[in-house]
């Protein structure tokens, strides 16, 4: 199994979800980049389990510990091992699974690869594994902030029925066009999305998904959503021109997380609809939405900031589409493993809606992406 991802800047993730402990390890992390537990800390308590109401109530403090490539708060150029220790597990919750595959979790399919899966919990499916994705993003996103300037920030932009209006420099804005509180991702930043556990930016539509979420929750049941992430100060020229597109490989990094099921970049699906008069990024003169280096900005942004696989120095963003949680608390009528027809109620914590917590890994692979295409460009 291939855990890990990049070309220039490697993360390998580790550790099961009722294991010992996960983690990454970062190689070819640039030198003399300043780099401390708690800055990585920040994104993971994003990220953890038992952050509010609407969240699976496993209760793990996701507390990180630096082993290696890192002295006196400044990284040293060689690997870098990251560590969570798991602390809250409940293997026999998950003891069902062993008998009855979860419809639309890894059970089955992780049976018919290896013939063995791990005690508990989805093993490397579960959101766990997603710890060390976002402690090695987080640390790939102060090196792109540091150096470059750059600046990612995710948002949950629809749960279930209810979208927010976003408005992304495209000729189509997506989302819900009445919506009072447009979401301007040239401004959006992250103390915003955090006003609220659903990390909506607009509060009234906050309300209303997190009443959804709970409905649903209360139902035994779960819902999907969408997440929509903008990257800042990109600088023009970042990409590959053929098979490791810049779009491509953040399609490649968001598409492996768990529970995606959709990609967009710019207009994405909505540009299918439109003619190239109205679709095209026409240019103007530097300035604008472009860092001052480069000699041309675009007056629209349908592109998402890429063209030709490569950076145009415009924001870059995308949505996400996650699917409703797999565990559900509700009766299924499933087959289990003998072939028998069964009714499966599952035990053990779960997320009613993955989107608030996958905000920050949404936020940690764009980062390993940039990161990755930053040392590509030349840095070092
Ligand atoms: C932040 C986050 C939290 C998740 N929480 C759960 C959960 O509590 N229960 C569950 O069944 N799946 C959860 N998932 C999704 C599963 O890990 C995922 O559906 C499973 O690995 C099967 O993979 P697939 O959906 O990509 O096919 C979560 C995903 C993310 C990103």
Not at 103 to 109: I, R, V
Not at 203 to 222: C, F, H, T
Request: charged share 20%.
């Amino acid at each position: 199994m291939s855990s890990t991802f990049g070309n220039y800047l490697r993360v390998t993730t580790f550790g099961e979800s009722h294991g010992g402990a996960v983690g990454a390890v970062i190689d070819g992390f640039p030198a003399n980049i300043p780099l401390t537990a708690g800055v990585i800390q920040i994104q993971l308590d994003r990220r953890r389990p038992g952050q509010s109401s609407i969240t699976t109530q496993r209760d793990e403090a996701d507390t990180v510990e630096i082993l290696s490539g890192v002295e006196n708060g400044r990284s040293l150029g060689t690997p870098i091992a990251l560590v969570v220790k798991n602390k809250d597990q409940r293997p026999n919750d998950y003891a069902i699974t062993n008998t009855i595959p979860r419809p639309s979790h890894a059970d089955y399919t992780y049976m018919i690869k290896y013939g063995v899966t791990a005690k508990s919990g989805g093993g490397r499916a579960s959101a766990r594994e997603t710890v060390g994705r976002v402690a090695a993003g987080a640390a790939a996103e102060i090196f792109l902030r540091e150096k470059f300037g750059v600046e990612i920030v995710a948002f949950v932009s629809s749960t279930g029925d209810v979208s927010v209006g976003v408005d992304s420099g495209c000729s189509v804005n997506s989302g819900d066009s009445s919506s009072k509180n447009r979401i301007d991702i040239n401004t959006i930043t992250r103390d915003i999305v955090d006003r609220n556990p659903i990390r909506c930016p607009d509060p009234q539509a906050a309300e209303s998904m997190e009443k959804l979420i709970k409905r649903v929750r209360d139902d035994g049941d779960s819902i999907g959503g969408v997440i929509t992430c903008v990257c800042r100060n990109v600088p023009a020229g970042w990409g590959e021109p053929v098979f490791q597109k810049l779009e491509a490989m953040l399609a490649q990094a968001m598409m492996s997380i768990p529970a995606a099921k959709g990609f967009e970049i710019g207009s994405g699906f909505a540009g299918a609809a439109m003619r190239g008069s109205e679709h095209n990024d026409p240019f103007t003169r530097g300035g604008g939405q472009c860092p001052p280096a480069a000699p041309l900005a675009t007056k629209t942004n349908n592109s998402g900031g890429i063209q030709g696989g490569i950076s145009n120095g415009a924001p870059i963003y995308f949505r996400v589409a996650f699917k409703p949680t797999a565990t559900i608390g509700k009766e299924q009528i499933t087959t289990d493993y003998q072939g028998n027809e069964t009714v499966l109620k599952s035990a053990g914590r779960h997320d009613p809606c993955v989107t608030p917590r996958a905000v920050p890994v949404v936020e940690s692979m764009a980062a390993i992406v940039l990161a990755d295409m930053a040392l590509r460009a030349g840095y070092n």
